[in-house]
């Protein structure tokens, strides 16, 4: 079951699977899921959550929240993650990437379905949601993907923007896989473990989708990680859209053992890095730190998550009142 310990319905979805071009390792897909909100607008509004890396849609009390804003609810489990493996023996090949711009066709596919939902209404407004590595996808797509006009929102949860900070072991191994365009399991640390109710979470989330114990990575990823970057980092000031970073305050790199702080920081990701990288995005980025959040700022402890939820609904809704005097 997907769901934390609270007893947050799970909201009804429609599910959309879509076929997409094949790779060398065979056929692909990936799978829409789709909530409405009960609430009626002048406006339609929808968002598009976009997941990260080792990781799937499983917010369920998130999507509660937007149907709540009157917003409709759109996730993604791209191609070779989550709902979207399509093989056993694919499971080697979760997250594999050699491009981050392939991940295009998935979302237009996304957006053109989301476009169709709107057809009733005069005017619309898209939001594009990205966690992590989801939150580099998401911004590459808002630069450069075929249907970026589209996106009159960019929202960012601890995105992936510059390279990950690493020991020199570290540095070996991905120098190594990127070189050898190799692929390792490697102990996954305490991100996936401080969150999950099996271990010092409380969140229960489906392990085999997203593990919490060793996770598989690829030099290919890497290298696809690192051109999407220094792309961003070169024209990302040319995206349109108002954009909103999200980051908890502090980061924190782990030890084997439990620290109880490990669940009010970033385990992953160096959050002044990226909060120096999102500062160059577009011309409109306004950034928001979330006291005591984990890497996930909508996974953190309830008090936490729903400071990181005021702020980011209080954004939209500052956005929306532009939308509503243009229509």
Known sequence: MDTSTESTPIPEYETTVFTLTPDNFGPNRATLLHARTMKKNDLYKAVLYIHGYND????????????????????????????SLILPEQNSYKHYCTDMHVYDEEISLAIEHMNKQAEAYANKKFALLGHSTGGLTASLYALSGPKRDDIDALILNSPNL????????????????????????IVAGWNGRSLHISHKGEWDFDTTMKPIDTVRVHGSFFTACRRAQLELAQHGSSIKCPILF???????????????EYAEVDLVLNVENIRRAAAMLGQHVTICSIEKATHDIFLSKPPVREKAFKCMFRWLASLESEWLEDT
Do not use: P
Not at 76 to 82: A, F, Q, S, V
Not at 162 to 185: C, H
Not at 246 to 260: I, V
């Open 162 to 185: 510059v390279e990950l900070d690493k020991t020199r072991f570290q540095s070996v191994l991905v120098n190594l896989l990127i070189a050898t365009n190799g692929s390792r399991d």
């Open 56 to 83: 799937y849609y499983f917010q369920h009390h998130m999507c509660a929240r937007f149907l709540d804003f009157g917003y409709d609810f759109f996730a993604i489990d791209l191609r070779k993650c989550g709902r």
């Open 246 to 260: 999200m980051s908890s305050d502090r980061s924190l790199k782990c030890d084997t053992a439990w620290r109880d």
